[in-house]
Nanobody
């Protein structure tokens, strides 16, 4: 069982900042990407940001310039620094990892349990 452990959500006023972190399992064959998705009430889950193994990052247009994704590959950890938060950023944020558990296994997607981010106006 692959566990992704998230932390860092909470309640913040508009314009404030939060930092999310997500740590994957310590022993894994390969992690190809780690990233963050979010799901607001009544809406579909959407990509926020993803960081690939080669160091590149992709962001949703709605958060470009405000959020920054980073990784600590040695600790299988991904961070999401969220600045200038807006009420529309309110959602449950889910960590995602596309990884290969063992040498002979196929890559697959794994999810964290989700962490609530609430931005008040």
């Amino acid at each position: 069982q692959v566990q992704l452990v998230e932390s860092g959500g909470g309640l913040v006023q508009a314009g404030g900042s939060l930092r999310l972190s997500c740590t994957g399992p310590g022993i894994i064959f390969s992690i190809y990407s780690m990233g963050w998705y979010r799901q607001a009430p009544g809406k579909q889950r959407e990509l926020v940001a993803v960081s690939t193994r080669d160091g590149s990052a992709n962001y949703a247009d709605s958060i470009k310039g405000r959020f920054t994704i980073s990784r600590d590959n040695a600790k299988n950890t991904v961070f999401l620094q969220m600045n200038s938060l807006k009420p529309e950023d309110t959602a449950v944020y889910y960590c995602n990892a596309h990884l290969q558990r063992r040498m002979l296994s196929l890559p697959d997607d794994y999810w964290g349990q989700g962490t609530q981010v609430t931005v008040s106006s």
